[in-house]
């Protein structure tokens, strides 16, 4: 059985990762934040699936590449963090971040990813029409979700779904790539 899990969060500067680790673990949104917050464990037994989990930001002002590669070699799952409200941030997850974590995987070890959509309390409309082609475009993307930091809206949902992402991945149906 798997010992413990690691969820690291990625995306550009300023959609709000570091804020939503530090909403998550002191329940209120952060006035200011550093660049990047220390890693947390949360024990297993406040876990939905009682299994001890780590969280890691990333922030490329205190990062290279080469430590972000690291990372991502470390992780059991990838959240890819966007700002709903800012289509440029939309865009890197598939000209940057998707090729980062899996580019170099081979098919049947991808790292799951979960694309995280936050600022939803300045949002005017759903992102999910821009988001859903490129769900349907990378079969790792294992779910997205819309949340906001601030407000503290689907904070702790998108722990659990990167858990569960880890713990309980959904088999694809059939995989595009293996037809042609
Ligand atoms: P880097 O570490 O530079 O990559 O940025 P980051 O992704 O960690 O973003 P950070 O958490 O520093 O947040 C950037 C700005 O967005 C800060 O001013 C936050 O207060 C603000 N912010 C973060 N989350 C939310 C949110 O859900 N809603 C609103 N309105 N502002 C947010
Ligand atoms: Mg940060």
Redesign the pocket.
């Known amino acids: 059985m798997r010992e413990d899990v690691r969820i690291l ?1 990625v ?13 998550l673990v002191s329940e209120e ?9 220390e890693e947390i464990t949360i024990p297993a037994d406040v876990t939905p699936e009682r299994i001890p989990t780590h969280i890691i ?6 990062q290279t590449d080469d430590e972000l590669q690291d990372e991502i070699n470390r992780a059991n799952v990838v959240c890819v ?1 966007y ?1 709903v409200n800012k289509e440029s941030t939309i865009k890197k997850i598939q000209s940057k971040w998707i090729p980062l974590v899996n580019g170099r995987t081979e098919k049947g070890n991808r790292i799951p990813v979960i694309l995280v959509g ?5 949002q005017g409309a759903s992102s999910m029409e821009t988001i859903l082609p490129i769900m349907n475009q990378f079969m790792e993307i294992e779910t997205c979700v819309e ?5 503290l ?1 689907n904070i702790s949902e998108l722990f659990f779904y990167a858990q569960k992402a880890v713990l309980h991945p959904t088999a694809p149906l059939y995989n595009p790539e293996d037809k042609q």
Do not use: H, Q, W
């Open positions: 969060l995306g550009e500067p300023k959609v709000g990762k570091t804020s939503l680790i530090m909403s949104f952060p006035e200011e934040v550093p660049a990047r917050a930001d990333y922030s490329a002002s205190e963090v700002d936050n600022k939803s309390d300045l949340c906001s930091a601030k407000n809206k």
